[in-house]
């Protein structure tokens, strides 16, 4: 997950809960509030700001909030993490891919058993932070809890690099886990992209590449949590569910500016890629099967309504959750009903593959 103030909720917690449900019915789930309100953030979590210098200074939070987070719960240690570099499409750089995986997976299959499904995981950040090792704990826990292996791609991030290019860059990743599949026991047509936030809507990017690219055999299936999909999405200063949110407005503007450009960000004329914001898309068809899941108070609820309605008006298989009284991240260090719910349907849908 890439929220930076995941595990902190707002300082006005009471008053917006009060106003949200007499003015608008809103609220938050109740054991969702009561078992967050009891977690205190880890020791070596950094200190909230209600506003940031500059994407950097985002960038630096976020990575050591969600460090500290991620190591909370033990590596398992029955996962190991083997790189590939790769070049970048545009000849510029390299990125690094890396696979998550028990010594059982990288075994070949027992006799009469298929290929394995895998993961290709495009991890969050809000396009400006983390990286791979950042997010390696979730990622090998996903592991041991889907009994899939992942691929966790090393994607270059903004502003340094602005998009498309982590779209062309998972694209690559995606190309080539397609290309070797079977050398690693792995069925090309069971592979899922698998994205939160950021990652959700740089999974999306790649998705519609591979159509667009005629990927064969295509995608099994994409995985999107609460992806960042659309660069026009604003909320007015009066609208009372922003004390709710833990990725905020402001923080949505510094991202989507370091990644297509302040000059773009939010204007319906402005040549926005469709890879970069797939919210910006008009032709959805010929999508893989879709899981898409978000909470009621997150900042990309309604664009994550959208987008899954667009899909299954496009025919596009759908499977959508919205999880009522939890914002962005709501998941993370929990353990309620609701966060243990959306766990065991994002380990169904990528499960079923």
């Known amino acids: 997950m890439s929220s930076p103030q995941e595990t902190v909720l707002p300082e006005t917690l009471e008053s917006?809960?009060?106003?949200?449900?007499?003015?608008?019915?809103?609220r938050y789930d109740a054991e969702w509030l009561r078992i967050a309100s009891s977690h205190a953030p880890p020791d070596s979590a950094p200190a909230v700001k209600s506003e940031w210098k500059d994407v950097f200074e985002l960038r630096a939070f976020t990575e050591s909030l969600l460090g500290a987070v991620f190591r909370l719960a033990?590596?398992?240690?029955?996962?190991?993490?083997?790189k590939v570099e790769l070049d970048s499409p545009d000849g510029t750089h390299k990125f690094t891919v890396t696979r998550f995986a028990t010594a059982e997976q990288r075994a070949p299959p027992r006799e009469g058993e298929p290929l394995r499904s895998a993961v290709l995981n495009i991890h969050g950040g809000g396009f400006v932070s983390c990286t791979v090792d950042?997010?390696?704990?979730?990622?090998?826990r996903a592991v041991v809890a889907q009994g899939v292996q992942h691929f966790g791609v090393g994607y270059p991030l903004a502003p340094e690099?602005?998009?498309?290019?982590?779209?062309?860059?998972?694209?690559?990743?995606?190309?080539?886990?397609?290309?070797?599949?079977r050398e690693m026991h792995v069925d090309p047509a069971r592979i899922v992209l698998y994205g939160d936030s950021a990652g959700g809507g740089i999974a999306a990017g790649t998705a519609l590449m591979a159509r667009d690219a005629g990927l064969e055999p295509p995608l099994a299936k994409q995985v999107l949590v609460y992806p960042m999909l659309d660069d026009r999405t604003?909320?007015?200063?009066?609208?009372?569910?922003?004390?709710?949110?833990?990725?905020?407005?402001?923080?949505n503007v510094l991202g989507w500016d370091a990644y297509v450009g302040a000059d773009k960000r939010g204007r319906e004329d402005a040549d926005v890629s469709v890879y970069a914001a797939p919210g910006r898309a008009e032709d959805l068809s010929g999508l893989p099967s879709t899981y898409i899941d978000v909470g009621g108070l997150d900042l990309f609820k309604v664009e994550n309504l959208r987008f899954a309605q667009r899909l299954a008006e496009a025919d596009v298989e759908v499977e959508f959750h919205l999880y009522p009284g939890v914002p962005h991240g709501f998941e993370n260090g929990t353990g309620?009903?609701?966060?243990?719910?959306?766990?065991?349907?994002?380990?169904?849908?990528?499960q079923r593959v």
């Open 16 to 26: 917006a809960k009060t106003a949200l449900q007499q003015k608008h019915g809103l």
């Open 74 to 82: 033990p590596y398992p240690e029955e996962v190991t993490e083997t």
């Open 134 to 140: 950042t997010f390696a704990p979730e990622m090998a």
């Open 161 to 181: 690099r602005a998009a498309p290019v982590a779209v062309e860059d998972c694209y690559a990743a995606l190309a080539w886990l397609s290309a070797h599949a």
């Open 234 to 251: 604003r909320y007015p200063e009066e609208w009372p569910g922003r004390p709710f949110l833990t990725w905020k407005a402001e923080d």
């Open 336 to 350: 309620s009903w609701v966060a243990t719910k959306a766990i065991e349907n994002r380990i169904k849908a990528i």
